[in-house]
Structure formats: structure tokens, C-alpha cells
């Protein structure tokens, strides 16, 4: 077990992140290969790991489970970070872990076949006692019997193994028995991980229902398993375009605003499906979801994760789409900047730090493909930190979902917040004309109940109520006031100081700094847009200097669109009409 003591501080922020970029952007992460894999020198791998411990040991104590030659995955951390609890002795007393690592990591040991390329439900996020896991989609038959697909789950394999898998006879009736004795047995394994991780929701990305590749459906998903082994689960299908689709965002001058996935496309055919009970309470028209642009379905998907991750219940949270290394990340790393811009996880770590930890853990180490999808103009990674600047707003911030479902218990939020919602039509009848299934899900309905967690000025007994105080520390006393006016100065001051030394001393490393959103009430919107806007800033700042933005050669202006010529004028940054 790991905690908040012993690691040395982390260096420069630019510099270092600037070395991770760069060696993100040459090839990818292969814990199978001892960490380099190509990304650069074994001292440098070594060095991004390090950091990351660092980083998570300054706010929770963890374990480690050891991958450190890809035994277990050979895209995964080499070792993979399970958070226990925050660091803090009160956390600690309220969210003990009960976790045993060793028998967690039997479970992963038994589990790791019954997913795409071994990459099995792991947990990377912690928020009040509750784990966010991350994984691909379920392993088909073709991959689990194919002669390269078995061999990819124990070795980490190749992005193209799936070309070389044995085509088996559909009349081979031997074959199908054993499938479902296999199935049995792979997927039983993954569903007791599951639960001994207390995972209840589990949101597909996935476009499709399988994944067919050469005429073999070489993966699945929980939504389709025949058996209804995952029948236990709150299954939610939330397609989202793939990582190909962020060519056209690319050619597009990195513009998502008006920009449409085709869902008429032969392979798309996973329509979205969400429990009533969880698609009535965000106030969202889930029935328009093929007319969203960009921007708004990625706005729409995190709210909902949000308000699952943020539910009455213990229950966690499992986001995956299909190898788990593009929209994977992409979601994990948005919740992730987004609870932490509340002040509700990794309170410590300053704009620099967190914006380090994400690149670095969430699609560095879980080995996103950067290299391949900057050559191919595939930027999903890019999208993700510039996309910050559309979630920056009080709408997406978990702690004014917690207070509007504290304002009148009984009654329903949408009833309290948007009385108006009929005027844009009722989730519980639905024009055909959209491929929307609601489905009844008996243990969803607790998710969304009134939360009892009194929010009126009251001091300790607001806190004891919440559960989960970040500290008894004198600064964290300014969190249980009402925010009235003569409170506020010290907000700003904080505010327009917080890069210096003796103020991230005296704030950040408690975990209370002003610019944080205290856990039982709101504070200004310009708290958490400005420290989004600083991790959004410092990544396009070091992305220019270090892989570089590429302008649409067919701009009729000739010169730099969209994006680019905001980002010039913006950062201050000066390039060719080609390249910034």
C-alpha cells in the first residue's frame, strides 16, 4: 500500500509534460515490452510511472497491481493503481476499503479472457467510496477460439491479429457447445470482478451490437449476451462515433460544432438505451441523440455518467467501448478533469498536475494509440482536452446535481428544476421515427432518489451529512459558510495568486483551495471554468510546441480556421498557414 508520503515532488509541469507528449506521440505503451515499447527510452517510461504514483499518493492511499511484464494485459500500467481510500484520517474512517488486492487480483487473473485483447474491467477513478472502471467489450467466440485471438489474450498481440483469425465452421456443432460452456466460465469470472467491485452501471460505447471483422463476430457486448448473464446489471448502450469519425473533426479545422455521425451507416445498429428512470432525470431529449452534433452528445454522455457516478447509492461505474483505447479514455478523462474541477476528487493537485496525470495515466499507460491516430487524422485525443472548453459551465458540475436533488425531497428534479420539460417531449413516448429503447430496470430507479444531505448553513452537521469532508483542517472551515458577500474577497484573492508557492501551499495541498467547488454548495462558475480553462490552455500551449495542429490544406481562406487561428491570437503562439 501506497500513500501521501515518500515520493518525491513532481518536476517542472511544461517540461515534463512535454516529454510525455513526445513520447507518447512516437509510439505506443506496451507494458509487455517493459514499458517502452518504442515510446521512448525505459528511463523515461520509468519516469511517467513514477510521477503518476507520485500524483495519486498525494490524495489517496493505494495498491498496486503488478503487470510489470503485461502478465495480465499488455497495454495496461505496468502497475495499475487501485485507490483505497482519500488520505485524509476522516476519509479514511468513512470509506474503508474492503477490498482484499490479492483476491482482486485472483479475479483479474480469472477474468482477463472474457474481454477484447485481455483488457479487463480495471478501476481508475474513486469518488465517494466508489470505483469508475474502464475495459473493452466483451471477447466473442471468434477471438476466444481463433488460433491469434487466443494467443492475443495472453500476449497483448497485434492491432491486426483479428486478420489472421481461424474461421470456424458455423455447422460444428462440437464447437457450439463448448462456446457456451466457455462463455460460462469466462464470463462468470468478469461478472463476480464486477461485483466485488461493486460495479452496477456499465455503459457501452459501442455503435454496434458485435463487432464483425472477415464475417466473424470476433467481440460482443453485455446488451446482446444471449444467456442475459449481465441481466443483473443496469445496462446502458450510449453509442458514440469512433475514433475514425475525428478525421472529419480534424478536416473540419478541429471545429465539432454541426458536425453529424452518420447513423445510417450499415454497421451502426446498437440503438441508444438508457432505464426511464435515469433518461428522465437529466432534462434531456434523448430521443434527438442522431441529430446532435459533436458537441452535444459528448455534453450529453457526461452528464449522464455524472449523475450515475454521483447517485444515492454505493453502486460504481464500468465506461468501455470496444478495445477500450479511444472513446474509452476520452469519457474516463472527461469525468475525471470534471469531478476534479468540483474539488470532489484529486483535491491537491494543481491545473499542471492533473492535466499530467490524465494524459499520462488514462490514455498514455492504458495504451491509446497516438501515434496511428495522428497519422491517420484520427485526433479523438486532442478533441478530449480542447473539448474541456464546452464543459466548463455549473451545468456539468456534480455538485449542483447533488444540491438540486436535495431541494425538495419527494419530489421529483425535474419537476423542481425544469417544469417545462413536456414542451420538449416526454421520454415515455417516443416517436418511432428514432431508434431509442427505454428500458424498465427495476434496480435502477434508487439511483435518482432525493439525496438525504441536509444543504442549509449548518456547518458540521452539513459536513457529518455529506459523508465525506475532505478534512478538520483549519481552511477547510471556509467551505461550511454561506456564501455571502463579505466572504468573497478571499475567493478572489486566491484566485488571482494561486501560481505562487506560499498560496498552493497554504490551499491546494489540503485540498481546499478556493478555486474548488466545495462538496454541499456551489461557488461562482468562474471557479471551475477557469481551473478548465488553465488545463485546457497548458495542453494546447505544450501540444503546439511539442506534435503540432495541422490546418485543412482546402481552407478558402488559405489560412489558419477555426480552432487554429482562436488558439494563435489565444495562446500567443505564431505558425505557418500548414502547421501551428
Request: charged share 25%; aromatic share 10%; proline share 4%.
Amino acid at each position: 500500500m501506497a500513500g501521501a508520503r515518500g515520493w518525491p515532488q513532481a518536476g517542472s509541469g511544461e517540461r515534463a509534460l512535454a516529454e510525455l507528449l513526445l513520447a507518447f506521440s512516437r509510439a505506443q505503451y506496451r507494458a509487455k515490452d517493459g514499458g517502452g515499447g518504442g515510446a521512448g527510452s525505459s528511463a523515461k517510461v520509468e519516469r511517467i510511472e513514477k510521477r503518476c504514483l507520485e500524483l495519486f499518493g498525494r490524495d489517496y492511499c493505494y495498491s498496486l497491481i503488478q503487470n510489470v511484464n503485461g502478465e495480465i494485459c499488455g497495454h495496461y500500467p505496468r502497475q495499475i493503481v487501485f485507490l483505497e481510500y482519500e488520505s485524509t484520517d476522516r476519509e479514511r474512517n468513512m470509506f474503508e476499503s474492503t477490498v482484499q488486492v490479492s483476491k482482486l487480483q485472483d479475479l483479474i487473473n480469472r477474468s482477463k479472457m472474457a474481454r477484447c485483447r485481455g483488457r479487463f474491467v480495471c478501476p481508475v477513478i474513486l469518488y465517494k467510496g466508489k470505483h469508475v472502471c474502464r475495459s473493452a467489450t466483451l471477447a466473442g467466440w471468434g477471438e476466444l477460439y481463433g488460433r491469434t485471438g487466443y494467443n492475443y489474450i495472453f500476449s497483448g498481440g497485434s492491432d491486426d491479429a483479428w486478420a489472421d483469425t481461424e474461421d470456424l465452421s458455423e455447422e460444428d456443432s462440437a464447437f457450439r457447445n463448448a462456446d457456451s460452456q466457455l462463455f460460462d466460465k469466462v464470463r462468470g469470472h468478469d461478472i463476480k470482478l464486477l461485483r466485488y467491485l461493486s460495479i452496477r452501471y456499465i455503459c457501452d460505447l459501442m455503435v454496434e451490437n458485435k463487432k464483425v471483422k472477415f464475417g466473424l463476430n470476433v467481440t460482443s457486448s453485455e446488451k446482446v449476451d444471449k444467456a442475459q448473464r449481465y441481466a443483473d446489471f443496469t445496462l446502458l448502450s450510449i453509442p458514440y462515433p469512433g475514433c475514425e469519425f475525428f478525421k472529419e473533426y480534424k478536416d473540419r479545422d478541429y471545429r465539432a460544432e454541426g458536425l453529424v455521425f452518420n447513423w445510417k451507416q450499415d454497421y451502426v445498429d446498437a440503438p441508444l438505451s438508457i432505464p426511464v428512470s435515469l433518461a428522465r432525470s437529466l432534462n434531456i431529449d434523448w430521443s434527438e441523440y442522431q441529430s446532435w452534433d459533436l458537441v452535444q452528445q459528448t455534453q450529453n454522455y457526461l452528464k449522464l455518467l455524472i449523475s450515475l457516478i454521483n447517485g444515492d447509492d454505493d453502486s460504481g461505474l464500468l465506461v468501455h467501448c470496444i478495445s477500450g483505447w479511444d472513446r474509452t479514455p476520452l469519457f474516463v478523462a472527461l469525468l475525471r478533469l470534471s469531478l476534479w474541477a468540483d474539488g470532489l476528487i484529486h483535491a491537491s493537485l494543481e491545473p499542471a498536475e492533473i492535466l499530467y496525470l490524465t494524459v499520462a495515466y488514462d490514455w498514455f499507460l492504458f495504451g491509446h494509440m497516438l501515434v496511428d491516430r495522428l497519422s491517420k487524422g484520427e485526433e479523438i485525443f486532442f478533441f478530449c482536452f480542447n473539448f474541456l472548453k464546452h464543459i466548463s459551465s455549473e451545468e456539468f458540475s456534480a455538485v449542483k446535481l447533488q444540491r438540486r436533488k436535495s431541494l425538495l425531497p419527494g419530489f421529483p428534479v425535474e419537476e423542481i428544476c425544469t417544469p417545462k420539460q413536456r414542451d420538449r417531449g416526454s421520454t415515455t413516448s417516443l416517436s418511432s421515427d428514432f431508434s431509442l429503447v427505454l428500458e424498465s430496470s427495476p434496480g435502477a430507479a434508487g439511483s435518482f432518489t432525493s439525496e438525504a444531505v441536509e444543504l442549509m448553513p449548518a456547518g458540521a452537521q452539513t459536513q457529518a451529512a455529506w459523508k465525506k469532508s475532505r478534512t478538520s483542517c483549519p481552511q477547510t472551515v471556509l467551505w461550511s459558510w454561506t456564501p455571502q458577500p463579505e466572504d468573497r474577497p478571499p475567493y478572489h484573492e486566491a484566485k488571482s495568486s494561486s501560481s505562487s508557492s506560499n498560496h498552493s501551499d497554504i490551499f491546494l495541498r489540503v485540498g481546499s483551495s478556493p478555486l474548488e467547488v466545495p462538496k454541499p454548495r456551489l461557488v461562482p462558475v468562474a471557479g471551475r471554468e477557469s481551473r478548465l480553462e488553465e488545463v485546457r490552455s497548458a495542453f494546447l500551449a505544450t501540444y503546439s510546441s511539442t506534435i503540432g495542429l495541422k490546418a485543412v490544406a482546402s481552407s478558402p481562406s488559405g489560412a489558419l480556421g477555426g480552432l487554429l487561428e482562436q488558439f494563435a491570437r489565444g495562446v500567443g503562439l505564431r505558425g505557418s498557414s500548414s502547421t501551428l
